[in-house]
């Protein structure tokens, strides 16, 4: 599938489409509560995106049966939502999911720590928070005339000196009409520059990274997939649009605004 430029009217499609997703994602990890199932949160943000008259692109994605992947501890995504999968105080819990707005899609992944961040062992918010801020180093590298590898390479330099482990089997990608389009966005370092970036141009990256190992295995569902050492992974993403300048984060309120657990 050939990468994508989308006109003016695309973008201001894809603009509803992810401001609904932030507005969803922020209702949903308000929501969370130690003891809740992951079916429960999962049910609770497939209302919230009905009642902006959308549909969840990820239920029935080549088959997956949720409206969200909902991925714990060990687990880096995938997730699949169950009435049995309770989560509990300190959990690392990552919410990823998108909805479809008059064709098109959004996608975008938010990592919590169950009951407050105060509840969390401090490595696990290491990880969570060097994760999310990763996203942010690539993404500064997301403007037009540079490569694709100068996102992956940014995400890498940054991660790599705390001696985490960048999830090599899953990349971001290319987004619009489809979920998934070209082109995939590697987190970890690339020697090959990979396509010149073009304003107009719709991507999700999506850094997925260990506490320790980036090796994963993929359960007997599947779908889920874990760290080989079943230490914590965290995942953090949102649907940019490449411009001249700096990206628009299409799936933070403001499109550009930084937001941080804090605020
Ligand atoms: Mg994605």
Redo the contacts with the bound molecule.
Sequence with gaps: MAVTIKSEREIALMRTACGYLSEVLDEMVAYVKPGMSTKEINDFGDRLIRAHGCVPNFLNYEGFPGSFCLSVNEEVVHGIPSRKRIVKEGDLLSIDGGLIYKGYHS?AARSLIVGGRDKADPAVLKLMDVTEESFFKGIEKAVAGNHLYDISNAIADYVEPFGYGIIEDLT??GIGRHLHEDPMIPNYRQHSRGIRLRAGMTL?V?PMIGLGTWEVDFADDGWTCTTKDKKVASHY?NTILVTDGAPEILTLPGGRKRKSAEQ
């Design positions: 996608d971001g990608h999700a999506e993403e």
